[in-house]
């Protein structure tokens, strides 16, 4: 396969990797993971197999938002270390060939920004106009809360302005105002700041909704595109190889337009694909996943989808029916503790009950449907949370390296750490932890490097087409994925049981199917339905030879 | 375990990838593609709208259509299925249409769906008649809803019948079965019903669906198994029933003899059940009532007319009267046909007449089938009764007379346990 590096549309066969600075690895003994204990840590991530690594926000924040609340856009956090760390930090990854994508949050800044503390101290201030005020809170009525459990109203008052200012996130995230063509230089000055460093790109939080206009929803207007093309021309102009990756949490056809002409998005999430895997699996059913997959458009050939099964926020069920919210509810957030917002703030594996089969046959999933993967830190060893933290804390937990102090995490007293490390019979550190399951050859680990190994042997799951063979089991989930002469067959039992599936393959007839993870031939492709049983949760990806 | 020697290979590869479904819709057909579409649709937007939680599938069980039944069973409406909706059901719905083979009529395409549900494991199975033109979604939901909700084994329709509908029913199986097996079932011959899956696999057990009393009147057949098998049974009304058959209609006589001997034949297999039996009980009803437009009037016939024959077939019949009957019940029912200022087999009577028919039935006194038809002018003669007397009369008055109908049976009980044992009395 072609080394990522000299390839400028790199992202489009990457595995993503995304992680938290402040819970991955101490290495000063302050309880707080850092840019230096990271470092260390790049040989466990280079030998897992992944291409990417994607960092949550390291910015100067007060932290109300766990760093998505920005405070300084030009530096780093203390607590995470130096710029001097990070440049290192930097340098050491693209030795060993991993890229680097850090958090770019144009939405809003903290309220202890300084440009909203200039901004709100006069109406006459300069950067009055970098953020969104109004007299009242009646402008944008119809415009819908997204953190519904703590916020009451997009807008905010604020004492010191005496004026109303809008966020669509918490109350102390003040959205910027990107109708002032101030505030797109300047985030374009932001971004060219860290690609200069050496990022090589930036997951864009928040996209949807920078503009606002009376009578619309503020999400995905024009004039945010405007915007957004501002951005992604300016990129163009200076660097190649770089990928903007936008967060939009909106139906495919509507995250289409953050993509162009190939001209603004490299890259967008997939966000209602990750809630319907979890629901054909419940369910024991291919049909959510299939029409969504149907459902989304074709996108520039430069541009790719991003997906995934977990990440730092709750599972979103935003974009789902209420018939699918409420089963989701039930199916996997009994204990309403477990629900935010409008999802569910669990990890893979609890979400999975711990069951390997399952978490294997999802992660499966995940490295065959189109798109880029990107894993969740601590899913490769089905670490568990912690839903009694506050927010989104509970997903957020201290990677655990060991059975030792702290996991391994950090030499601090437990009681210093952020967060405490994961400590119940099920999911604990003291078995549950890396060095153990380098230790066990079929470890979760283990497993899921060879899935990574497995996928990167082709580019047809990256970049290949997808065409549903849709057999007459609907528990079995059964595609062709094609990339020039390249095919693979791909089958999932979605079952609890063993399923016999026949398909339709007789346009395939002559070709050889090759198992790809033991490269074990099976019988040849004929004119009869091919038929084929799997165990419970099992799945095979067939490289298609002609012989 | 189910006789599968009904599933063909084809289908059963089929109900391999189906696999195990909570509810299983069955729709027997020949040549039903005025009506399958709709009933098609509706099954599936029950499916969407009150169990999209639920495993389901829909079989439709072809007796040989030549017209395009089955093809529109596979094909319509797909559009609304594939439509990814806020409506849309979460789960795969399939759709199997398969022909049968053996002896045409309903009972082996109901078997087949007893069969299928059985290799499916079934929690519920619902049976439909594409020959009624007013199925709805909701039809299903009240049919099968209570197997999932309250698992009931046996669900029977209620039907909105209007005075000039259903005599066959109202006149003579309703009061007939009520009095015999204890229950009051107000549809026991329906051709909708739900059950449950347990009930399913255990009727496809029985060696009985051969024999032509099964044959001729699988329906209440149904009814009774679930009845005498002391499987859980509820009634949940469906309002108006509009049938518009497909094929043409038997003739009278064919169809009231093969249903009356096969009542006759049901009632003496189950006597174990029945004999001892002294109070009738109510099968509860369960759901709300299905709302339903108010059906087209039916213009009753004249009663009088039909009654006009009465006293010329009671002479035609006294030989095999006589034998039927006792002496009081012939000379009784010689002087009703008679009475020229009340014309009319009154209910009382009626109910006598049609239990001792039932007792000579029990001692073979003669060959069943003519047993059957001789009772054919009596009934005749009842249903002209009522329609004189009901033509006019509210829908309520017309009930308290069929609820008195049905009491006259109950009291006939009693006769007819004395005599069932006994040897044949005349």
Known sequence: MTDAASNPFWYRDAVFYQLHVKTFCDSDGDGVGDFRGLTGKLDYLQGLGV???????????????????IADYYSIHPGYGTLDDFKEFLAQAHARGLKVITELVTNHTSDKHPWFQEARS??????????????????YRDVRIIFLDTEPSNWAWDPVSKAYYWHRFFSHQPDLNYDNPAVREEMWNVMKFWLDLGVDGFRVDAVPYLIEREGTSCENLPETHDVLKFLRRRLDEHYTGKVLLAEANQWPEDVRPYFGDGDEFHMAFHFPLMPRMFMALRL?????LVEIIERTPDIPDTCQWGIF??????????????????????????????RLNLGIRRRLAPLLDGDRRRIELLNGLLMSMPGSPILYYGDEIGMGDNIYLGDRNGVRTPMQWSGGWNAGFSTAD????????????????????????ERLAHSLLNWTKRLIQVRKTTRVFSQGRIKFLNPTNHRVLAYIRTLGKEQVLVVNNLSSTVQAVELALQSLAGLVPIEMFGNSLFPRIGELPYLLTLGPYEFYWFRLRRA | MADDSLVSDDLLRTLVGVGHVDLLVGIPTLNHAGTISDVVKAVEASFRTYFPRQRTALINSDAGSTDDTMALVQNCCLDQARTVTASSGLRTTHRISTPYHGTLGKTNAVRLIFSSADLLQANGVVVLDPDVANITPEWVAALAAPLRDRHVDFVAPVYRRQVAEGHLVTQLLRPLIRATYGWRVREPLASEFGCSGRFAAHCAEQESWGSHDVQNAVHLWLTGTALAGSFSVAQTELGTHQLVPSAPQQPLADLFRQVVTSAFAMIDE?????????????????GAPVAAEAPDEIVPPDGARILESFDQDVKNLEEILRILLTKDTFAALTSAAADPSRPGLPGALWATTVGEFLVAYHHNVMRRDHIAQALLPLYMARAGTFLHEHANSSPEAAEAALESLCVHFEQVKTRVVDRWTQPAVR
């Not at chain 1, 024991?284 to 959510?288: A, H, I, M, S, T």
């Not at chain 1, 977990?310 to 789902?320: G, Q, S």
Request: contains cysteine; proline residues 8%.
């Open chain 1, 122 to 139: 006069s109406v006459d201030n300069p950067r009055r106009d970098w953020y969104v005020w109004s007299d009242t809170d009646e402008k």
């Open chain 1, 414 to 437: 437990p009681e210093r750490l952020t967060f405490a490390v994961i400590s119940n019979p099920l999911y604990g550190y003291q078995a549950l932890n890396v060095a153990a399951q």
């Open chain 1, 309 to 338: 099964l977990r990440n730092h926020d709750e599972l979103t069920l935003e974009m789902v029916t209420a018939e699918e919210r409420d089963y989701m509810y039930e199916e996997y957030a009994r204990d309403p503790v477990a």
């Open chain 2, 270 to 286: 189950h006597a174990g059940y029945w004999l001892g039996k002294t109070e009738v009980k109510d099968v509860p009803m369960v």
């Open chain 1, 51 to 69: 291409d990417c690594l994607w960092l949550l926000p390291t910015f100067p924040s007060p932290f109300r938002d766990d760093g998505y609340d």
């Open chain 1, 284 to 288: 024991e059913d291919r049909k959510p």
